[in-house]
């Protein structure tokens, strides 16, 4: 086993991709399972808190960008539970998981979507923490984490840009409508901090993650590397970042910043954010009432591979597998 151990690190170290009928360590598998599974809840919880807002977005146009945005997140849901049972686990452990609380996902998903200026504070400060976070994942030396994330970190510029433009346009708009997007920015701007996980020295996976390559920087770089990138842009919305200490450090090269409370994140990890049950309680009842879908969907694949004769069958029966997949996923 040493061996093969050695040789799997020395796969890595040649900076090769590991592929699901690889052999693998144990941890390595469990990490990506824990990791993968995590990113694919926070796709699909994160749909809550804008789905709320494509009824009341306020023209068709905004609806209907909306509407991509959010199926857009239930897409990359899918994506990476595919990714994830590759691994040899299935999507209703994984799922399971979540509702048990075994499984976490992202701590930003747990905070309400008030006013339509949430939507874009979502899409610029949470898409933009999530492009910095994500597109280093495009290199994880696992291959099917690594292709999926290829796809999300493109969608996920135009769920960024999407956000910005609802930023702007109420920046540049009545003074109730800058308010609004000031407070906006107030709310989120810390949670999006969080979101990059606790600083690297409390950072319990990282160390191992580095040496297998799943991550490639520490929570506090990328952290800072959207810090750098929002500051400018807020300056730009002509708003301001809600944090008296925020101030350029021109010997670094970086802003620094205040605090970060760390006792909200605890707490919003451990299941008491200010939307942690709701969110898990919708999810919980849209899995009970799409049931009978995924059974239905199921027992017509059965009939069509009982039935399936010749290429035209499989054809059919291959449609109808990913139609059920993607179902199954909403
Ligand atoms: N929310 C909830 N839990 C978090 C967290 C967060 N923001 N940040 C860290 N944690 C958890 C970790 O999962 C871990 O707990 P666990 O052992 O129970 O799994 C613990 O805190 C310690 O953190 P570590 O830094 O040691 O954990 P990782 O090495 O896994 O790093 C991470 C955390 C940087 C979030 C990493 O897992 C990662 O890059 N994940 C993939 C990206 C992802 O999941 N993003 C979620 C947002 S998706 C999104 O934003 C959707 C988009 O459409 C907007």
């Not at 849209?286 to 399936?308: F, L, M, P």
């Amino acid at each position: 086993m040493a061996a093969a151990s050695d040789e799997f690190q020395a796969r890595i170290d040649r900076e090769e991709r590991i592929e699901p009928q690889d052999w693998m360590p144990e941890g390595y598998r469990r990490t990506l399972v824990r990791q993968i599974s995590q990113h694919a809840h926070s796709e699909v919880i994160g749909m809550q808190p804008e789905g709320g807002w494509i009824s009341r977005a306020p023209s068709l146009e905004r609806k209907v960008i909306l509407l991509a945005k959010v199926q857009d997140e239930g897409g990359h849901g899918l994506y990476l539970y595919g990714a994830a049972e590759t691994l040899g686990v299935s999507r209703d452990e994984l799922i399971d998981a979540m509702h048990t609380g075994k499984a976490k996902y992202s701590s930003i998903f747990n905070y309400p979507a008030l006013t339509w200026a949430d939507v874009g504070a979502i899409g610029w400060l949470v898409d933009s923490a999530a492009i910095v976070n994500q597109v280093p994942l495009q290199r994880c030396s696992y291959g099917p984490y690594a292709r999926a994330m290829m796809r999300i970190c493109k969608e996920e510029s135009f769920h960024q840009r999407q956000g910005y433009d609802i930023m702007l346009a109420l920046a540049r708009g009545s003074a109730a409508q800058r308010e609004m997007a000031q407070d906006a920015l107030n709310r989120w701007w810390w949670p999006t901090l969080m979101m990059f996980g606790p600083s690297d020295a409390d950072s319990i996976h990282s160390s191992q993650s580095f040496a297998w390559k799943i991550k490639r920087y520490g929570n506090d770089e990328l952290r800072q590397k959207f810090i750098d990138q929002a500051v400018p842009q807020a300056e730009v919305l002509g708003l301001k970042i809600p944090d008296d200490d925020l101030q350029w450090d021109a010997a670094t090269g970086h802003y620094r910043i205040g605090a970060i409370d760390w006792d909200e994140f605890q707490q919003v990890v451990s299941g008491n954010g200010p939307c942690s049950r709701q969110r898990l309680a919708h999810h919980r009842q849209v899995q009970e009432d799409g049931a009978w879908v995924r059974e239905a969907v199921a027992v017509h694949a059965a009939k069509h591979r009982a039935g399936s004769d010749g290429p035209k069958a499989a054809a059919r029966n291959s449609d109808t597998a990913q139609e059920g997949r993607a179902d199954a996923a909403v």
